[in-house]
């Protein structure tokens, strides 16, 4: 069966440039979750979807990260005005229920020069 | 705020050695806890949970006890494999506050034919 999904794997873009980074949840999963991985850390929690609205936000940095699930499956995370320091690897995650299992996606990998 | 503090690594061990992971955790609420692996090239992977006090989760020869009382979930294996190289992550969901997980730095383990 097919698991959650992230595209593009890895991304390169330049300092001040706008991406977005999308996941494809586990069909039927209806929470969703974002996490942000640094180097040699542990996943960050930046945003939580259960439906379509965004039940928990407080992990994004700042006003420059931003994500949507405009139809309950599919959520983009969009990085506006890029930084080196936003350099990274992006994790989605989805569960059946927000208190059963998540899963992971691969992750996309990104790169500000 | 919640945090999970693990041992750091590498974490270098012979084939069929024994392992033990530490982590302690923080939280306000009543966590849930886990331990994720990452294997190489591989996204995240749920390993083992325990949901309440003296729970111990297990799963492919490894094992991890809820301790409230010293607030720790150390990850332990009789005999570990050479496949069992990964990074090994130790999270916890509070399920009083939040559906996200909050993860430990990750502990690299490397085995040793």
């Known amino acids: 069966g097919a698991g959650v999904s992230q595209t593009p794997s890895n991304k390169v873009t330049e300092k001040g440039k706008y991406v977005e980074l999308r996941c494809d949840p586990i069909?039927?999963?209806?929470?969703l979750y974002w996490y942000r991985q640094s180097l040699g850390q542990g996943p960050e929690f930046l945003i939580y979807?259960?439906?379509?609205?965004?039940?928990?936000d407080s992990g994004l940095p700042n006003d420059r990260f931003f994500a949507v699930r405009p139809e309950g499956s599919v959520s983009t995370l969009k990085i506006q005005r890029t930084e080196r320091g936003d350099s990274a690897v992006y994790l989605c995650?989805?569960?059946?229920?927000?208190?059963?299992?998540?899963?992971f996606g691969p992750g996309t990998r990104l790169t500000v020069l | 705020g919640d945090s999970v503090t693990q041992m750091e690594g590498p974490v270098t061990l012979s084939e069929e050695a024994f392992l033990t992971i530490n982590c302690t955790y923080t939280?306000?609420?009543?966590?849930?806890l886990f331990w994720y692996v990452q294997y190489p090239g591989e996204g995240l992977q749920l390993l083992l949970k325990?949901?309440?006090?003296?729970d111990k989760g297990s799963n492919k020869g490894f094992e991890a006890t809820y301790r409230k009382e010293t607030t720790s979930f150390h990850l332990e294996k009789g005999s570990v494999q050479v496949s069992d190289s990964a990074v090994y992550f130790c999270?916890?969901?509070?399920?009083?506050?939040?559906?996200?997980?909050?993860f430990g730095g990750g502990t690299r383990l490397m085995v040793k034919p």
């Open positions: 995650a989805s569960s059946l229920r927000p208190d059963s299992e998540q899963f």
């Open positions: 069909s039927g999963h209806t929470a």
């Open positions: 979807f259960q439906g379509t609205g965004a039940a928990d």
């Open positions: 939280a306000t609420g009543y966590p849930s």
């Open positions: 325990a949901t309440k006090a003296d």
């Open positions: 999270a916890l969901r509070d399920d009083g506050g939040g559906n996200m997980l909050t």
